[in-house]
């Protein structure tokens, strides 16, 4: 696939290049500047990002860095079942458990609910750092949420992290998924606020807390160039209502016209036939 010239494979995080080290010059830049797209492309075009992430994987399969980025590659199209065979292979490969949340949200993707709680149980959750312990308590809430037990994903998800008042990367999704649970709860003034304190800590705009929060209040937005369409079209519609009705009357002028005419022609045949008349006589 082609690839775009200014992308030279130096772009990449310095630990990834080191994995690549292990492969000749030539075939580690092409590695490089494949994983580059995958990482440039993922968000907006994920269906080329894992178009990318193949030629990666083909050309250096044995390579962790790769097998995690085809598997990033795979979840972002939802083809769960081969993101968690990559994820499952890097994590051989490099003995780290940081995929253990990604992998087990992939068990629910593929629609089995109950692998990924009981992957929330595993020993492996207690290796994760704070972000990954976080990720991992999101995943095992959306799991209690898959099998209809709300009330459950609402406990999983109270946490030390979530009444925190520090603002942390993990901060507005935690936050958000906490008022998205309430919500479907039925507990509609918490989730308001929650939604609320979601956005407070979303400085990147990661969750629609603020659409929400307008949804909730009622707020509609109008399209205030459709409605200027919508004017224009009334208007000139209405033009032509007018000028029908003019013409009903112009119309209606000229038939009096003629009726008025034809009376004044059958006066004139009247008055003739009298003449004749006296002629005869």
Not at 205 to 217: F, K, P, Q, Y
């Amino acid at each position: 696939m082609p690839i775009p010239d200014d992308v030279t494979g130096d772009e990449i995080d310095k630990d990834v290049r080191q994995e690549l080290q292990s492969l000749p010059k030539g075939l580690a830049e092409d590695v490089a500047r494949n994983l580059v797209m995958v990482a440039n492309l993922i968000d907006e075009d994920p269906e080329q990002a894992y178009a990318y992430s193949k030629v990666a994987l083909r050309l250096a399969s044995r390579v962790a860095a790769v097998r995690e980025a085809a598997g990033f590659a795979a979840y972002a199209t939802q083809k769960y079942s081969e993101a968690l065979a990559e994820f499952r292979a890097a994590k051989r490969m490099t003995g780290s458990v940081e995929l253990w949340p990604v992998m087990a949200d992939c068990e629910r993707g593929l629609g089995r609910p109950e692998r990924a709680m009981a992957m929330a149980g595993e020993p492996e959750v207690q290796k994760l750092d704070k972000a990954g312990q976080v990720e991992m308590r999101l995943v095992a809430a959306g799991a209690r949420r898959d099998m209809g037990q709300i009330d459950a994903a609402i406990v999983t998800l109270q946490s030390p992290e979530l009444a925190s008042n520090s603002v942390q990367p993990w901060s507005a999704r935690l936050r958000y998924a906490y008022a998205d649970a309430l919500l479907s709860a039925g507990r509609e003034g918490e989730a308001r606020e929650w939604f609320a304190k979601a956005l407070e800590a979303d400085k990147d705009g990661a969750t629609d807390a603020s659409d929400r929060l307008a949804e909730m209040d009622g707020v509609e937005f109008v399209d205030a160039m459709g409605e200027d369409e919508v004017s224009d079209e009334s208007t000139e519609s209405a033009a032509p209502a007018q000028q029908s009705d003019a013409d009903v009357d112009e119309d209606e002028d000229e038939v009096d016209e003629d009726e008025d005419e034809d009376n004044v022609d059958d006066d004139d045949d009247a008055d003739e036939g009298d003449v004749a008349g006296d002629k005869g006589k």
